[in-house]
């Protein structure tokens, strides 16, 4: 940075963990200084972008619109810094402080959660995981730098951005124990009208690939509703006669609340799972390590398959 711009490194770090953290006693923390440095840091900052950079909503504070729209410039700049001065991929992450937010709908963080923050403890305890849902509209979290890592089905990106496909997933059916429909054989015409259906969608769509398959066959199902998230609607199906969906991938979740999985009598397409990230996090060996536990968790997947226990297909 020029002299002129009264901005330099330190600001910019001290900029980027404060637009992280949103509060002066966080940054403070993070950084090891006092709070009253912090304030007088967060002056100095204020005093270079002529811009009040973060402001009191109630008991909090909330980024200023140009602080927003800076954020993901400043995180790449400091992570390009990082990376710079870093002795090379092979750095101690044991020294290294970080904050990483990933993005997905909450079965992720449900089943890929606990071993990874278990990971981390054993090999980067200065790093910080935080999860976010996914949101019910698009927008560019990554470039924006609102989030570092997206794991799921990527079918909407940026161009820019990097993705890796891990593995082909399927969606099962998954009701209560005891349900009817999991008594004799289970036909197309039995799983759309033997009761109501529940969706997941995180834009509260009610028709999917399901309804689609159904349809060519000249078939059409009873859908009463949908919900944000996997996790959800497995508390729904527990507590009622629907029928619900849920990914091989996500079944441990149905497992753990006794629900009931079977194979769907329908030709369904594969769902490609994976993650993506922006390619400012490329040379960044931290961002390096979260890539590779994140895709030798997807690669481990939901565990091997029950044997079927009845003329319904469970699995």
């Known amino acids: 940075m020029t002299q002129s711009t009264g901005l330099d490194l330190n600001l910019l770090v001290a900029l980027d963990v404060l637009l992280e953290e949103q509060s002066v006693r966080g940054a403070a923390r993070r950084l090891h200084l006092s709070e009253p440095a912090m304030s007088r840091t967060l002056g ?23 602080a927003l729209a800076v954020r993901a410039e400043v995180s790449a700049v400091v992570e390009r810094a990082r990376a710079l001065f870093a002795p090379g991929r092979d750095a101690d992450l044991r020294t290294v402080t970080r904050t990483f937010t990933i993005l997905g709908h909450d079965a992720m963080a449900a089943t890929h959660g606990p071993p990874l923050f278990a990971r981390a403890a054993r090999e980067a305890p200065g790093i910080r995981l935080r999860f976010l849902s996914e949101s019910h509209v698009d927008a560019p979290f990554l470039r924006q730098g609102t989030a570092d890592l997206e794991v799921g089905v ?4 940026a161009p820019e951005v990097h993705t890796e496909a891990v593995y082909e997933d399927r969606m099962l059916g998954v009701v209560r124990d005891g349900h009817p429909l999991l008594q004799g054989e289970l036909t197309p015409e039995r799983f759309a009208g033997s009761a109501g259906h529940l969706i997941v969608s995180r834009r509260g769509r009610q028709r999917g690939p399901v309804d689609d398959a159904l349809a060519e066959l000249g078939l059409e199902r009873r859908v009463v ?12 199906l527990r507590e009622t006669g629907l029928i619900g969906l849920i990914s091989q991938w996500g079944r441990p979740l149905a497992d753990a609340l006794k629900l009931v999985t079977f194979e769907i009598p329908l030709r369904l397409p594969a769902v490609s799972v994976g993650f993506a990230w922006h390619p400012r996090h490329d040379a960044d060996p931290a961002h390096a390590w979260l890539r590779d536990c994140v895709r030798e968790l997807m690669r481990m997947g939901p565990g091997p398959n029950p044997a079927p226990a009845s003329p319904a297909n469970r699995v």
């Open 225 to 236: 509703g949908s919900v944000g998230t996997y996790p959800a609607s497995l508390f729904v």
């Open 44 to 66: 100095r900052i204020r005093k270079a972008l002529g811009d009040p950079v973060l402001v009191r909503a109630g008991r909090r504070m909330v980024p200023t619109p140009h």
């Open 154 to 157: 990527i079918d909407s990106v």
